[in-house]
């Protein structure tokens, strides 16, 4: 699958265009979502989808300009992305709603994470978005639309945006790493479906090693006696036990759809064998993943990181044991 046929799939571009068609195109828009990426890239291809004259073709001059962020009509904020929208970013949009597009017939103001915007900032805007100048359009994305206000989403039409399926993770992996297809199975698995984690995660040269390590405590560790050993091993990643927890929490799922026969729910089949072969049973799975949740409700409340580790480790080979 193409990266660029990710809008043309999407459930978004039919509302789009159903808006155009019916001459019903809203001056507001916010695409709510878990992926801060792919509302990025949605929100790009949702401007070209409406200033390109050949209904998106990604190639013409229009397509390329917004593509490359440099189309004079079509306006991204943050000015600043390591913050939020801020009340100089609202007095920069608000200046330019009401002067007239230079090369089309509508600008079109991208406000990304809007989440972020403060207070104020979206105080400021309200007003715009009450009454916005004719040839202004609005697109906000947020990943955390509980912390905008009420009077701001009432004027905007909000559409939410699933997260992505595998093999288009998969496909996006493929094409911004230098992962090959043999390698990308555990990376799809972890991002599930989000974009934003697979890039987090290809940025991460211990990615692999900690889920190994997380594999090995669920399914290799036996005896009492190595406890220590794999005790150290998660202690090494400093700051990232909890992170481990995590990727142990999955594993633990994993075993228990396994041998439950639920196994189109196990999110990495490449281990399918190796999980029906471990001796864990139904019952202990279900107390090891709350012992889980124990841990790192532990580790919040800034228990002893050794001890948390040690303890949860003890307490997974005795009920390992304990229900056969
Ligand atoms: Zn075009």
Redesign the pocket.
């Known amino acids: 699958m193409e990266f660029n046929n990710l809008y043309n799939n999407s459930e978004l571009k039919n509302i789009v265009n159903n808006d155009i068609k019916n001459n019903m195109l809203n001056h507001a828009y916010l695409l709510c979502g878990q992926d801060e990426v792919l509302l990025k890239y949605l929100a790009k291809q949702f401007a070209?989808n409406i200033l390109?004259e050949?209904n998106?073709?990604?190639?013409?001059l229009?397509?390329n300009k917004i593509e490359k962020g440099i189309h004079s009509d079509v306006l991204t904020y943050p000015q600043d992305e390591s913050k939020g929208i801020v009340v100089e970013d609202v007095n920069n949009i608000v200046e330019k709603a009401y002067v007239f597009p230079l090369e089309a017939n509508k600008k079109i103001f991208i406000l990304n994470n809007f989440d972020l915007a403060t207070i104020q900032a979206q105080n400021k805007l309200l007003k715009t978005l009450e009454e916005p100048p004719t040839s202004s359009m609005f697109i906000l994305t947020s990943t955390n639309p509980s912390n905008i206000l009420n009077t701001i989403k009432s004027r905007a039409k909000t559409i939410n945006i699933p997260l992505l399926k595998n093999d288009a993770v998969q496909d996006f992996i493929l094409k911004n790493s230098t992962l090959k297809l043999r390698e990308v199975a555990p990376y799809v698995s972890s991002a599930q479906g989000n974009l934003t984690k697979a890039i987090k995660i290809i940025a991460d040269a211990d990615f692999i090693s900690i889920k190994d390590l997380s594999l090995s405590v669920v399914l290799k560790l036996k005896e009492s006696g190595e406890i220590l050993r794999y005790a150290n091993k998660i202690l090494s990643y400093k700051g990232r036990v909890n992170e481990i927890f995590d990727e142990i929490a999955l594993i633990v799922l994993d075993v228990l759809y396994t041998k439950m026969g639920l196994t189109e729910n196990v999110l990495n089949k490449d281990n399918l064998q190796n999980y029906l072969n471990s001796n864990f049973s139904v019952k202990a799975l279900k107390i090891v993943y709350d012992e889980i949740l124990n841990s790192q409700n532990k580790l919040k409340n800034n228990c002893n990181v050794n001890v948390v580790v040690d303890n949860f480790l003890v307490t997974m080979l005795e009920v390992k044991h304990k229900w056969k």
């Open positions: 070209k390109c050949n998106l073709c990604n190639s013409c229009v397509c």
